[in-house]
């Protein structure tokens, strides 16, 4: 219980650095106004001809060592082809990830010391408008966005730009995500069930099960029981997704909430109609009990929360099970694989909840935003480093064994809604022989399919039916293996798994969440956490909801009540 108690003092620590905003009430973009240089036909990929400095924030870990020998962060293959295609230098005014990135764009924002350009989250756009930090970029957007990069931001039905339209401007660029990075699957070791004879598990008692054989029953074969069945999250790390960060959550358990039919951090509608916050309802309190008897009985990650890194178990062969996205290849597994050559990680749309549902939480296109410094003299720079990046993914020029896109300044995502169910079927088809890539030619918006059909088969062995990891041929290419299992083995669930999704029904705050947000999910968080790791009975679970309701809760579940209806 003493290391219980220390590692929840540390985990609950991660949470003491929150910011709070709202996206007002979003209008249509006011016509541009006409710049000195309008004269002048805007190239979205005009290369400079005097040298262009820009600086910026970039989420990586300072620490690691990905890239090849040679390359740092600032040289690398991206910085490389940037300079030379736009002869743009890149700085960057700070480097950081996780919880430590938030703290460093916090502390930039109170300062007023901005880099020319960073990524934010919804929470700091609102900050740095309400501030008057950053540049209007409306008519960059509407003079330099590729027409490629237009087509997705405008088929998310006004959602993509409604997130960064400020009184009519364009404030900020948006990112628009392939709808799979919000829906969280379960990974698991498929060797490990076949060595100990088991099955995927379907409910949360198989779950249970297949976690106690994982910790008990030495998988690994090493004669230790030094296993973990379950990965939680790391330092900084988020129990769930919520209505503001809605994707992408890493080790979480976002599944084991939704079998239980509870979406905490959303907004959902109550049985009279009214909107209500998923996080005070009966079926979270079912979920977290469920989880504190498993964090009890030693089947999630004794050390979850205080770990700096949550992959390092399963890099390690030392974890059985996590919940993420499709993407996981592009995370922990490429190494895990490197470092065993049996590691087979397979994607499951699973726990199911008592109808035998798999029910994940739908998410916003846009969860990040590229904003400029206002004054910057070349606002239209990360507007042209966007459209290098789409373009040169479409034609295969980097390779992501030798750095992942992460490395891109500035990139945020531009991807279809249903890039990756699209990219599974097409590459099934390629496989069974009944489409070539011809057949694929007109859908110019899945800009990575070109390179996935040009080399499946050199990673992908028959039978081309199974995913098994001895059907794979990673070595053959592993950058191509990284997104071709990326795409088949997690995209799989997504498309043959009858699912439907659960949608917040708002994904922005309110204004009275300004001043209350922050207090309420510190309380949130801390309460939950403190619950799962046994430091608080399940009963208090009751007065936090007493809590939440008299500190603001109620006030602005009725905001939310008003936006809805306007």
């Known amino acids: 219980m003493k290391n219980k108690s220390k590692t929840l003092a540390l985990f609950l620590a991660c949470f003491l650095v929150l910011a709070a905003c709202s996206n007002p009430t979003n209008n249509t973009p006011a016509a541009p106004e006409k710049s000195a240089e309008s004269s002048e036909p805007a190239d979205p990929f005009g290369r400079y001809e005097e040298p262009v400095q820009i600086s910026i924030s970039i989420e990586i870990d300072p620490t690691d060592n990905e890239l090849p020998p040679g390359d740092t962060p600032l040289n690398n293959q991206y ?13 960057h005014q700070f480097a950081a990830s996780g919880q430590n990135l938030r703290q460093r764009i916090s502390l930039a924002i109170a300062s007023n010391d901005l880099p020319d350009a960073m990524v934010v989250n919804a929470v700091e756009l609102r900050q740095l408008v309400e501030a008057d930090q950053i540049a209007d970029l409306t008519e960059v957007y509407e003079q330099y966005a590729s027409p490629d990069i237009k087509t997705i931001i405008e088929n998310t039905n006004g959602a993509a730009l409604d997130a960064v339209t400020f009184d009519g401007k364009i404030m900020a660029l948006p990112g628009v995500q392939a709808n799979a990075d919000g829906i969280h699957l379960l990974w698991i070791r498929q060797d490990w069930l076949d060595k100990l004879n088991l099955e995927p598990p379907t409910t949360m008692a198989e779950l249970e099960e297949v976690a106690r054989a994982f910790v008990e029953k030495d998988p690994d074969g090493n004669g230790q029981r030094d296993t973990i069945g379950i990965t939680g999250p790391e330092s900084g790390g988020k129990l769930y997704a919520n209505f503001l960060e809605s994707k992408n959550n890493l080790y979480g358990f976002d599944a084991i909430f939704s079998a239980h039919d509870s979406f905490p951090g959303y907004w959902l509608e109550g049985e009279d109609g009214s909107p209500v916050y998923g996080s005070i309802l009966p079926e979270t309190r079912e979920a977290l009990a469920s989880l504190r008897d498993l964090y009890s009985k030693g089947l999630i990650d004794p050390e979850m929360g205080v770990r700096n890194k949550a992959d390092e178990p399963i890099i390690a062969g030392k974890s059985g099970m996590f919940f993420a996205p499709w993407w996981m290849a ?6 895990a694989v490197k470092n065993d050559a049996e590691a087979n990680w397979q994607a499951y749309a699973l726990p199911l909840n008592q109808n035998g549902e798999f029910r994940p939480h ?24 966007l459209n290098n990046l789409f373009k040169n993914e479409q034609e295969n020029t980097f390779d992501p064994s030798k750095g992942g896109p992460g490395y891109y300044p500035l990139r945020v995502v531009y991807a279809p809604s249903d890039e990756i169910e699209f990219t599974v ?8 022989g009944n489409k070539t890539a011809e057949d694929f030619a007109n859908d110019k918006a899945y800009k990575l399919l070109p390179s996935d059909i040009a080399s499946i088969k050199t990673i992908k062995n028959e039978p081309y039916d199974s995913m098994d990891l001895s059907t794979w041929n990673p070595e053959a290419n592993w950058g191509a293996w990284t ?15 009858e699912f439907e999704e659960v949608p917040s029904l708002l994904y922005e705050q309110t204004p009275l969440m300004e ?52």
């Open 330 to 335: 592009y995370g922990p597994l490429t190494n």
């Open 425 to 432: 079927k097409a590459l099934r088809d390629v496989l069974a």
């Open 515 to 566: 001043s209350r947000w922050v207090n309420l999910r510190k309380l949130e968080d801390e309460t939950f956490l403190r619950i799962i790791m046994g430091a608080a009975p399940l009963e208090t679970f009751d007065s936090f909801v007493e809590n939440w309701k008299r500190q603001g809760g109620d006030q602005i579940t009725q905001e939310v009540k008003d936006a809805l209806a306007q």
């Open 79 to 91: 910085t490389r082809q940037i300079k030379e295609a736009l002869n743009v230098d890149v700085d």
């Open 483 to 497: 997104r071709a299992y990326s795409i088949m083995v997690g995209g799989r669930p997504l498309v043959d798994t």
């Open 362 to 385: 739908a998410a916003t296109p846009s969860t990040e935003f590229v904003v400029v410094r206002k004054d910057y003299e070349h606002p239209e720079v990360p507007m042209k480093l």
